[in-house]
Structure formats: C-alpha cells, structure tokens
C-alpha cells in the first residue's frame, strides 16, 4: 500500500475516533478514506486469494471456465481419462527407460574409445602391419611382376632420387632429435600380417625414411641426430633381410623379394662406408665381399628372368625384373667409383704456372 495513502487512512480514523468522542457525524472525508480503506482490503483478500489458488494449481479467475466440462463428467469419462493418463504415464516410462539404456551404453563406448587411444599413445611396443590384401592395399602395375611397382626408385642407393629440375636452393626443414612415433627404435615383435613381403617391405622403407632424414641432419650440422637416424636405419634393414629368409629359403625365390634384398645389402653397405670405415684400401677382401653380396640377388633375377624374342626366338632380351636388376646393378658400380667425387678443392691443392719460381 501507498504510505501516503496509509498516513491518510490513519489520519481519518483519528478523525473519526474524535468525531465519535465528541458524538458529532463523521465528515465526508472520513466516509470516503472508510470505503477506500474496505476496497483496499477486499483487493488484498483478493490477491491473497489467487495467490493461494496459482501455488495450488488451481484456476485464477477467468482461466477457471477451461477447466469446467461442459456437463458433469460421467463414470465412463473418468475411468477412460484415468487410463489415458496411465498409457501416457507408461508411454513416458518406456521411453525414459530406453533414453537411460541408449546413454549407458553411448558413455561405455566413449569410454572405450578414450581408454583405447590412451593404451597407444602410452604403449607403442609392436610395429602393426595390415594383413596381405587388406582395405587399400598399394595398387601394382597391369602387370603383377613389375618391379617399379613395389618400389619407386630401385636404383636409387641411400634412399636418394632422380635429379630434381634446377630450382632456387630452399633451407631444409629442421629435424628433430627426436624421431617421430612411427620411427621409434624397434621395441617388440611385428605382428599383425604374415606376409613376408608385406612386413619386409615395410621395414625397408623405414629404413629408408630415415637415412633421408638422417642426410638433412648432415646438412644442417646435427651429427649426433644424424647417427642416431642411420643406427635405427641400419637396424631395419638388419630385419628386413631376416623377414626375407622364408622367401629366400624356396628353389626360386620371388623377384621381389630378392629385389628387396639386394637394395637392403646395398644401403647397408652404404652404411658401413660412413661409419665402419669399409672401403678398398682398408679392407680389400671385406670391400669385395660385400660388394659381391650386394651383386648376388640381381644377378639372380637377371639369370632368371630371360625372355625370347625374334622370329624363331632365337634373341634372349631381359624381363622387366632382370633389367631393373641391371639398372641397380650398374648404379651400384658407378656409386663405388665416383660417389666420392667432390667438386670443391681446397686451396692449397690448387696451382699454377710459374709457382716454384717464387
């Protein structure tokens, strides 16, 4: 209420309290803060009153006709009421029930997945081949035994490839000293494929990997990174050729994997030129013998895959296998005779006419 008002309404019954001492009518300003006060009560019971009946779901004035039948609810409106409410009760029911079983089961999934990406983020001791012939395989050429299929660049030694096109000389990226993941140090078993092959080939390209990656750690002047890498290399080729003795161990081993095997021994003995000291002046009959064991695997292939030509088949040409072996063969050749060529002279090797006269 108005606290004008209120000291209005007080002011007017002091009046009319000393109106009633003195026996005297009441004035018309007292009849009127009477009536005012009598409507001000009645709108406060009022308001109390709906008050009351919105906390008891009760309906407020006006909203009371919605809740009034038209005529008297009969015994057969009220039970058929009270079984649709219990339907919808039970309808209610199932599908909470459904909702809580769907989520159970959506927080054990996630839970599962979260435990099973934390297993390997934290424990990496196995190196996963997929199965032969599993989703996506590497797609080989028309033909199944072309060579270039399995490996790119089979002549290549030491993982480098053709020339590139002369370009702007570009800063090499930054290699870390530590490897990534998918080229830690070898910690357990492979398993996942028993496919000699497949696991072989895998392992080589590794290899390869990170002999690349160990050339830019050269570069850039990180020599311990860069032994770190070629150890971890030199350790994959190692498996690689332990995972070819099942295929080598046949009467005619397959192409491929004496391919694989040649380019293995070849990296290999790269390897041991950098950091063994292998080399023909130091160790003659050692440098022959394995460079003879880099040779065997292609000669083999170039023995085997022989293919009649001409007419009456009298012309022996080589397969696609057999000239892939000879290219990695004469490659190997010209890599032992000139890859430690280096153009640049130091100055002191440098001369000229008339330098003794000095």
Known sequence: MNPLRTVVVGAC??????????????????????????????EVDRLLEMRLRH??????????????????????????????????????????ERYNKLKAEADRLHAEAEAQAQAQRQEREFVVVPPANSARPR????????????????????????????????????????VDAELDPIRGQIQGSSDHQRVAQSLFKAGQALMDRARTAREQGQGDAAKELDARARERFER????????LAAPEPPFAALFYLGRSRELLFRLAQRYDGLSLGNSTGDYQRREQEVRDPFLKITARDVQKSGERGEIEVLGIWGKAAQSA???????NLHGGYDPRAAIEGLTWPGEQKR
């Open 13 to 42: 019954l002091l009046a009319a309290a000393a109106a009633q001492e003195t026996s005297q009518p009441a004035p018309p300003e007292l009849q009127r803060a009477q009536r005012l006060l009598q409507q001000n009560r009645s």
């Open 55 to 96: 906390d008891l779901g009760l309906p407020v004035d006006g909203d009371g006709a919605e809740f009034r039948p038209a005529t008297p609810p009969s015994s057969e409106d009220v039970e058929r009421s009270r079984q649709e409410l219990r339907d919808l009760d039970a309808a209610t029911a199932g599908l909470l």
């Open 139 to 178: 797609p080989l050429a028309p033909d199944a035994t072309l060579p270039f299929a399995a490996i790119e660049s089979p002549a290549a030694p030491a993982g480098e490839g053709a020339p590139a096109a002369p370009t702007a000389k570009a800063t090499p990226p930054a290699v870390p000293t530590v």
């Open 240 to 247: 690689a050729i332990a995972e070819l003795e099942p295929l």
């Open 329 to 335: 063969m004469e490659h190997f050749r010209w890599m």
